[in-house]
DNA sequence: TATGAATGAGATTTCATTCAT
DNA sequence: AATGAATGAAATCTCATTCAT
């Protein structure tokens, strides 16, 4: 499973071989099959284990609020956002690869996580925008700055980063800064 | 081409196979050859469109200023920012797709029409974060709201989109609502 | 046709396509198909040529015997057939590419000189060896000493060259030198 | 690779079908790419082969004198030569075929056979022709009168044309019979 | 439990030839 | 008489999956 996600992440679902997988994992043909029972089955079970780790940190996101313990625990939050895209951000763009049938899509996953931030805004002083919207909004933009990091086009600490990006979310709901 | 947006977009690249484009096109497996080397190359010259729409957009893109004026600009900006990924974003997507070695990636371009709206904040009210990020984080935002859009899972018009985002946008970059 | 020389001479029968050809001979491909019912039958004209000039050559070869006179006209003749190699050679190469149904092969045309020599040979001092077998050696040792003249792998003149063969050739038949 | 001389041989380069390879070879198409990367890749393995038995048989190349055991010694290294002759034969004529980018061509290598040859001929009563051309030319001649030979155009035991052949090469060389 | 050679269906690509203009 | 875009049959090559050991 590790050497998939590394592959899968690398290569994207299509493109990587099940070669690719077996010859880094050290193992093989056989093997591989003894386990999953189709590459389809291999990315199945990651990306299971991706959603599970993003629902468990949907689950502790804090309540926003325009207070300052909220924005410290929105930083916090979003530092393990970042830790968990850093690990599984290109297999998550990997799931996007159209038309994967049946299986949920890292839409849908992201969907749920935008639900739930919108549901966690607690108070509305901008009554002119749709906080489902934003949050949507929010979370591609922890995704693609985590990218942009992980790929060294931006060399922020991951605090930093969270610091703004909690700026700029807040500043988004509430409608100024704290 | 046209033939080749709607099935690379509907289906990624890897996945979209050239019987695919010349069934969808009337045309046969040896004409698709006699305008395009390969599949790839079909791709690159798809990307390479896309590249220089989003380019001349980039250009157009008006100065960032805390006022009434530069608001409007900003919204009609997004207006065709939207739209251009309403017509190409799958394809943008599909780009992404795993390691396309030499072309040039959908994350540089979007460095790069990240690094002009920059450029084009003109006031800087708040001297705590980069604007490289926010620019980043933005745009991000533009593209996932939008493909939520498309794919009809958030139904606003474009031009509700476009003022909510534009929201967002300035009181990233000024800390205030204008 | 001389594109189709020049083409056929430098990739082979199998590896010109008809593009190739009607590309240096700066002609469609309808035209090509009106004067030729397919790349068989250009090549098939080309090959025709070449034979009737061999024949013709192979029909002036002089009588071969150990005199000077002999050696003369024989130096004068190999100048010929060393200058029809000069310009046919690598189409008649390319004639012996297997399986060329129903068509003479180069061997054939070859075995047919090869018989008109070995019957021009009025005097035989060695009793030890077969002049068919002589003549078809000769033959090829003329063919090749000519590849690397015309590849610039030997750098003789044509007369250096044809005096060298002639008196192989002379050797060989009477088994000394005149 | 069995398969592939003979399919090669009896057909040319080009005209082989890697179709024909494995039904011969009575493996799958499949099966054929996990051992070669391409039929260019057979094909390259096959050359590589005969240029290294070349090179050693031509390594065995006696001297050259003008004496009874050089020329038994001779008469000997031609069957061994004319034998591999008969085996690859028409793979070193395919070989011929086209411009084969890169690779070293059957020329270059019978091209060094010469320069052997050439350095194997000890005395010099001739001093008027080059003996490398004779080294070519004597090859050719081997070459081609093998080939009638496997063509059954001329019946003789190898034996016999070993001998005929070392006749013409020591005449060639010495300028009378031994 | 592990192997890896073998498979074959399906993908991409080539190119001689045609035919409407 | 000439064109050249279009064709499609046939070739090359790929890779997920199997199965005898």
Redesign the interface.
């Known amino acids: 499973m590790t050497a998939g996600v590394a592959v899968f992440s ?6 990587t071989r099940v070669d690719d997988i077996v010859k880094r994992a050290r193992i093989s043909h056989g093997t591989f099959y003894l386990y999953f029972s189709s590459k389809d089955d291999l990315f199945e079970q990651l990306v299971a284990e991706v959603a599970s780790e993003l629902s468990s940190l949907t689950d502790s996101l804090p309540a926003i609020r325009p207070t300052t313990e909220s924005r410290a625990d929105l930083e916090l939050w979003l530092v393990s956002f970042i830790e968990l895209y850093s690990k599984y951000g290109p297999l998550i ?2 799931w ?4 994967r049938g049946g299986m949920s899509t890292a ?1 849908d996953v992201l ?1 749920t996580v935008a639900d739930a931030l919108t549901a966690k805004v607690k108070i509305r002083k ?1 009554k ?3 906080p ?3 949050s ?10 985590n ?2 990091s992980v ?1 060294g ?2 060399d ?1 600490e991951v605090e930093q ?1 969270a ?3 909690a ?2 979310m807040l ?2 709901f509430f ?3 704290i």
């Open positions: 690398a290569r994207g679902f299509r493109a763009r990997s996007t690869e159209a038309e839409e969907g901008r002119d925008f749709d489902r919207i934003a949507l909004a929010l979370l591609a933009m922890v995704e693609r700055v990218y942009f790929t086009q931006v922020e980063l610091r703004t990006l700026d700029i500043d988004a409608g100024a800064q």
